[in-house]
């Protein structure tokens, strides 16, 4: 316990810095995070089902000179079907990848480095730099409320074969944690259009779709036999062990914000 609040106590400002800087700084450390993303998510992969390792680092690289240069939304369809192309064919005339390879490719692309990106999307948003914070507070008021819920007064398992201490008291205070943390959001930016209603509705959305981020991360953990995907972060893992629910909160976010509220 004492080494993983040492490990936050050192992170949390990192990341706050990033955050509450934007613009340029912002970017930075998204592409910071998301190469070292990369980085564990091979790793994971290295024994089991590889990950066609030059593909991934090479569209990363990609990306990233889109993502500085230019409009990475009107490129990363292009991008996705292209990497998704090649690593088909890629198994065809290297026989050390199979598709599942394939798979696993196109999935490291979309989810790591397309999700990060949105961050950033978030951000250049009119208000964005308030916006960007319910990302962040759907999924740790998500985890938070699921944990002291669950340790009190859980008692049904939700999917004991894939995360056995994660209960169905826990999920449902998960989803009353992320609400809670949106109305407090709003309480603090009253001047942003948005209704309690619809933050109670993002809120439902993105705690389900976190704490989905959350197992389907411990799932590929267990499916390739590791405990962490990483020890940057020592008591707490890797960064896809602390971002595996932001990740997918991301895009929940951006697109509610972008459709839904316009």
Same mark, same amino acid.
Request: some cysteine; overall charge positive; aromatic content about 14%.
């Given at each position: 316990?004492?080494?993983?609040?040492?490990?936050?106590?050192?992170?949390?400002?990192?990341?706050?810095?990033?955050?509450?800087?934007? @613009?340029?700084?912002?970017?930075?450390?998204?592409?910071?995070?998301?190469?070292?993303?990369?980085?564990?998510?091979?790793?994971?992969?290295?024994?089991?089902?590889?990950?066609?390792?030059?593909?991934?680092?090479?569209?990363?690289?990609?990306?990233?000179?889109?993502?500085?240069?230019?409009?990475?939304?009107?490129?990363?369809?292009? $991008?996705?079907?292209?990497?998704?192309?090649?690593?088909?064919?890629?198994?065809?005339?290297?026989?050390?990848?199979?598709?599942?390879?394939?798979?696993?490719?196109?999935?490291?692309?979309?989810?790591?480095?397309?999700?990060?990106?949105? $961050?950033?999307?978030?951000?250049?948003?009119?208000?964005?730099?308030? $916006?960007?914070?319910?990302?962040?507070?759907?999924?740790?008021?998500?985890?938070?409320?699921?944990?002291?819920?669950?340790?009190?007064?859980?008692?049904?398992?939700?999917?004991?074969?894939?995360?056995?201490?994660?209960?169905?008291?826990?999920?449902?205070?998960?989803?009353?944690?992320? %609400?809670?943390?949106?109305?407090?959001?709003?309480?603090?930016?009253?001047?942003?259009?948005?209704?309690?209603?619809?933050?109670?509705?993002?809120?439902?959305?993105?705690?389900?779709?976190?704490?989905?981020?959350?197992?389907?991360?411990?799932?590929?953990?267990?499916?390739?036999?590791?405990?962490?995907? @990483?020890? %940057?972060?020592?008591?707490?893992? @890797?960064?896809?062990?602390?971002?595996?629910?932001?990740?997918?909160?991301?895009?929940?976010?951006?697109?509610?914000?972008?459709?839904?509220? @316009?």
């Amino acid at each position: 316990m004492k080494t993983r609040i040492i490990s936050a106590l050192v992170a949390i400002p990192i990341l706050l810095f990033f955050v509450i800087s934007g @613009g340029l700084i912002l970017k930075i450390g998204v592409s910071i995070i998301t190469a070292i993303a990369v980085y564990e998510y091979i790793n994971a992969f290295e024994k089991k089902y590889r990950v066609i390792t030059p593909l991934l680092i090479i569209f990363y690289l990609i990306n990233q000179f889109i993502f500085y240069t230019s409009d990475l939304s009107k490129y990363n369809t292009i $991008l996705i079907y292209t990497l998704l192309l090649i690593s088909m064919a890629y198994p065809i005339f290297n026989k050390k990848y199979s598709i599942i390879s394939s798979a696993f490719t196109v999935v490291g692309y979309i989810y790591i480095i397309s999700f990060f990106n949105l $961050l950033v999307k978030i951000n250049e948003m009119k208000n964005g730099n308030k $916006l960007i914070w319910m990302v962040f507070l759907i999924a740790w008021c998500c985890d938070t409320f699921a944990y002291f819920i669950g340790m009190f007064l859980g008692k049904r398992k939700l999917c004991p074969e894939v995360s056995p201490k994660k209960t169905v008291e826990g999920s449902i205070g998960g989803i009353l944690g992320s %609400i809670v943390g949106l109305v407090i959001w709003k309480i603090f930016n009253g001047n942003i259009e948005i209704t309690y209603i619809q933050l109670i509705i993002l809120g439902i959305i993105g705690a389900v779709v976190s704490q989905i981020g959350d197992l389907s991360a411990s799932l590929i953990k267990r499916h390739v036999g590791i405990k962490d995907y @990483g020890n %940057i972060m020592p008591g707490h893992g @890797g960064i896809l062990d602390r971002f595996d629910s932001i990740l997918f909160v991301i895009p929940v976010v951006y697109y509610y914000i972008a459709i839904i509220l @316009g």
